[in-house]
């Protein structure tokens, strides 16, 4: 299986379209928020994960996400992520991953995404602006 996107999103919505076919559209795809009020600051954003799963694979799994503070390899985890899901094989599926990241300055969070035991990192920042 591989992780084929991960993002902050502010709202994820699935329709039909004929074939079967499934579109998925997302909204309010973010790198940056200004912060609600000066930090330390709390913020509660939504990381989608699209996952895919080849048809001859058994389509169960763990994604693991791990919020590390900066954007040097080896900053601090803040906060720490992992959901089991099924999917079909031959299907996508997805994750929503709510975390609660704790700011205590201005700066950058970085998400990241991997299928457990050993996929591939995704790497996501997220960077909190100054109050607007």
Not at 12 to 34: A, E, H, Q, W, Y
Not at 69 to 88: L, Q, Y
Request: with cysteine.
């Amino acid at each position: 299986m591989d992780i084929v996107s991960a993002l902050f999103a502010e709202n994820i919505n699935l329709r039909p379209v004929p074939g079967p076919s499934t579109r998925i559209d997302l909204t309010g795809i973010m790198f940056s928020l200004p912060a609600p009020t000066p930090p330390p600051v709390t913020v509660q954003p939504h990381l989608i994960v699209l996952i895919r799963c080849r048809p001859n694979e058994v389509g169960q799994g763990i994604l693991e996400v791990t919020f590390t503070e900066g954007t040097d390899a080896g900053g601090e985890e803040i906060a720490r992520n992992a959901s089991p899901f099924t999917v079909e094989p031959g299907k996508f599926t997805y994750r929503l991953v709510r975390a609660e990241l704790a700011f205590k300055q201005y700066g950058t969070i970085e998400a990241h995404c991997r299928l457990v035991p050993n996929g591939a990192v995704t790497t996501v920042p997220l960077t909190l602006l100054p109050v607007v």
